[in-house]
């Protein structure tokens, strides 16, 4: 008596091609938001500038520890406004090639692959009809909850890698720094002149 070949299941794919070609629309959306962003990022990065240097001019010609102090602060803000320039190029580079970031898009929802709770997360983001806006916080929520998933792919992602963790959490850090030191720069600013001017620094 001849067995009968039992037919082997395969679960489903996650992932569908549907998924893929919505998912792959975003990356229009996140280089126009780039593209919104860098008049606005550019004055924000250039704020500071101006107080640095004339504070690390006039801290020149103080007397010490006043001097150092001065040139430190300068020079630590300085820093500050190198990095979150460097970083903002980073994003107008990422989304020059919208077509190569629709790509890494695509190379994202493979990783849904790995867990179906992701999968879900994916459809949550860009689920079609009405704003959905707890639904979609809810999947970008769960999509950035998956570190040890998503991490380890991550840096193959070259353009995408921006706009997600732990990148894009430095990336807010920075724009609250940029935000501090020019605040503070133009407080030392307000406080130097004077001080120099009357001779108390």
């Known amino acids: 008596m001849k067995g009968h070949d039992v037919p082997v299941q395969t679960s489903e794919p996650v992932v569908d091609p549907s998924l893929r070609e919505q998912f792959a629309q975003?990356?229009?959306?996140?280089a126009l938001a780039v593209r919104v962003l860098r008049l606005p990022s550019l004055l924000l990065g250039l704020l500071p500038v101006l107080p640095l240097v004339v504070l690390t001019?006039?801290?020149s010609g103080w007397d010490s520890p006043a001097r150092q102090i001065g040139l430190v602060v300068a020079a630590l803000g300085g820093a500050a406004v190198v990095f979150f320039l460097v970083r903002r190029a980073r994003y107008l580079r990422a989304t020059q090639d919208v077509g190569a970031l629709a790509e890494d898009l695509v190379a994202l929802t493979?990783?849904?692959?790995l867990d179906a709770d992701l999968g879900e997360a994916l459809r949550s983001v860009i689920a079609r009809g009405g704003l959905r806006v707890m639904s979609r916080i809810r999947g970008f929520w769960k999509l950035v909850s998956f570190p040890s998933r998503i991490d380890d792919h991550v840096?193959?992602?070259?353009?995408?890698?921006?706009?997600?963790?732990?990148l894009i959490g430095t990336t807010v850090t920075l724009v609250h720094l940029q935000i501090a030191v020019a605040v503070v720069s133009w407080t030392l600013l307000g406080i130097a002149v004077p001080g120099s001017l009357l001779g108390l620094l």
């Open 155 to 166: 840096d193959s992602l070259q353009r995408l890698r921006w706009f997600l963790p732990p």
């Open 110 to 113: 493979d990783l849904a692959d």
């Open 57 to 59: 001019w006039l801290a």
């Open 26 to 30: 975003l990356a229009p959306v996140l």
